[in-house]
């Protein structure tokens, strides 16, 4: 049983991000195929002589003019990660930079945006009537940085892979619910595994039942001891882990 794993590594990064903790050493260094075969053994996949195959990782060059030190750091991951044999395939997507115009807003308790209204000291009056505008709106224009192509590379991997039957079984790392139906696709023809990296519940569209199409998939949310006992060597080929991590 062959299985391949089709990674979104943004998604996985802030996924790890949010269940070990900001700033936290010890899980960033991640050996991806580590983690596979950590999945495929704790499956009922296992009983099946299931074996990873193929490991697709799809990311996008940080870039080194907004966050230097990170794009250094990604750029030292990479090469581990190749070096080591950990991935099969590297997909790049791209950064976006652009300025955007948005009313400037607070967060409820839910995390809701809520517009900001005038209130003192911050007050707006209107210039012939010199009334105060109670309703007004402050419109900010700001820095919006994107990241473009994961999730494409990752459903279009998935898709032909399973298509032109170089794989048995796949998973998916990703709790992106725009993979909604390449991964639906996926599932009448092989079984899946999807796999949520963070600590949000798992996208609705992501949902499914054991039993759809084939038969025999799965769920899994990534805890930290998956992240943290799943480290490449340091160094990892001519990779040395960066400090901090």
């Known amino acids: 049983m062959r299985v391949g794993m089709y990674v979104d590594g943004f998604n996985l990064y802030y996924g790890g991000r949010a269940v070990c903790g900001r700033g936290q050493p010890g899980w960033r260094w991640l050996d991806l195929r580590d983690l596979g075969k950590r999945l495929v053994d704790n499956s009922a996949w296992s009983n099946h002589g299931a074996r990873l195959e193929k490991i697709v990782y799809c990311t996008a060059h940080v870039k080194g003019n ?67 505008i109670t309703e007004a709106n402050f419109l900010v224009s700001y820095q919006h940085i994107e990241e473009k192509g994961s999730d494409v590379n990752v459903a279009a991997n998935l898709l032909l892979d399973v298509l032109n ?64 006992s799943c480290q490449l060597p340091d160094p990892a080929g001519s990779a040395a882990k960066p400090a901090g991590w």
């Open 66 to 132: 907004v966050n230097p030190v990170g794009r250094r750091e990604q750029d030292t991951y990479i090469r581990g990660l190749i070096e080591h044999g950990s991935i099969d395939r590297l997909e790049l997507g791209k950064y976006i930079s652009r300025a955007k115009c948005a009313l400037l807003a607070t967060q409820d308790h839910k995390g809701w945006p809520v517009p900001c209204k005038p209130a003192w000291p911050v007050m707006v009056r209107h210039g012939s009537t010199a009334q105060d």
């Open 165 to 228: 039957s170089r794989v048995d079984a796949a998973i998916v790392i990703s709790n992106d619910s725009d993979l909604r139906f390449p991964i639906q696709e996926c599932r009448e023809r092989v079984p899946v595994g999807t796999v949520n990296p963070g600590q949000s519940l798992l996208a609705g569209d992501l949902r499914g039942e054991m039993d759809d199409g084939v038969g025999d998939h799965w769920w899994y949310r990534l805890k930290n001891l998956d992240y943290e």
